[in-house]
């Protein structure tokens, strides 16, 4: 299983980006994703989960009502839209799956990781 991360930038505060994470080698309509974030000296923190095949999905509250999580399960892809961007979310950003459709706010419950994607936030 190969989870690819991609959409990061720069945006200034008040901007969107939209995050991508891919996947391969599997099939993963049971699988959960969980997006996390690791700003500089940081650990890395938990930022939403879903089960990949949709359903309800579980935000961090500093990122409720600014991002959103929804997917192409054609393309294997589950994306983050992140709008209202503040410097605080400056981070890599992180996807990473788990073959068990029970979402979890824990880094070490996934299995697979993306490499990161970078968002920076100029105020």
């Known amino acids: 299983v190969q989870l690819q991360a991609s959409g990061g930038g720069l945006v200034q505060a008040g901007g969107s980006l939209r995050l991508s994470c891919t996947a391969s080698?599997?099939?993963?309509?049971?699988?959960?994703v969980g997006w996390f974030r690791q700003g500089s000296g940081k650990e890395r923190e938990f930022v939403a989960a879903?089960?990949?095949?949709?359903?309800?999905?579980y935000y961090a509250d500093s990122v409720k009502g600014r991002f959103t999580v929804s997917r192409d399960n054609a393309k294997n892809t589950v994306y983050l839209q992140m709008n209202s961007l503040k410097p605080e979310d400056t981070a890599v950003y992180y996807c990473a799956a788990r073959p068990d459709s029970l979402f979890t706010t824990t880094t070490r419950a996934y299995d697979y990781w993306g490499q990161g994607t970078e968002v920076t936030v100029s105020s």
């Open positions: 080698g599997g099939t993963f309509n049971s699988y959960a």
């Open positions: 879903s089960r990949w095949s949709g359903g309800s999905t």
